[in-house]
C-alpha cells in the first residue's frame, strides 16, 4: 500500500519542493502580478514612487536569489572553471575604411527666400 520513497530524507525533499514552489512559475506569476498592481496603483496616484521602487525591488530579490547566492558562492572559494587553462582568442584588427563618395544631393538646391507664392 505504501511504497517507500526514493529519497530517504523527507526534510531534503520537503525543502527542495518549498524552493521549487517558491521560486518556480508560482513566484514568477505572483511577481508580474504584484508589479502590475503596483503600477497601476501609481498610475492612479494610490502607491508612492518609493513603495512601487520597493516592490520591484523585492521581486529582484526574489528572483534572483539563486543567481545572486551562486556568485557570493563563487566569491568565498575557487571553482573548477577558474582551475581551466584560459581560451584561445581571437583578434581581428581593424582596417580604415574606404572612403566615402562625395554627396551629391543639396536640400536646399529649389528653396525659396522666405516668399510665399502669389494666389
Known amino acids: 500500500m505504501f511504497t517507500p ?5 523527507p526534510v531534503t525533499s520537503s525543502i527542495g519542493w518549498i524552493t521549487d514552489t517558491l521560486l518556480g512559475q508560482l513566484a514568477v ?4 502580478l504584484a508589479v502590475a498592481f503596483v503600477g497601476f496603483s501609481m498610475l492612479t496616484g ?15 530579490l526574489l528572483l534572483g536569489s539563486p543567481l545572486i547566492a551562486a556568485s557570493m ?3 568565498l572559494g575557487p571553482s573548477e572553471a577558474s582551475q581551466l587553462g584560459p581560451t584561445d582568442t ?9 572612403p566615402l563618395p562625395e ?3 543639396n ?3 529649389n528653396a525659396s527666400l522666405g516668399r510665399r507664392p502669389a494666389d
Open 5 to 9: 520513497s526514493t529519497n530517504s530524507d
Open 29 to 32: 506569476t505572483l511577481c508580474v
Open 107 to 109: 536640400p536646399y538646391a
Open 90 to 98: 581571437v583578434v581581428y584588427e581593424a582596417q580604415p575604411r574606404e
Open 46 to 60: 494610490r502607491i508612492s514612487l518609493r513603495r512601487g521602487a520597493q516592490v520591484v525591488l523585492g521581486c529582484f
Open 73 to 75: 558562492m563563487g566569491m
Open 103 to 105: 554627396a551629391t544631393y
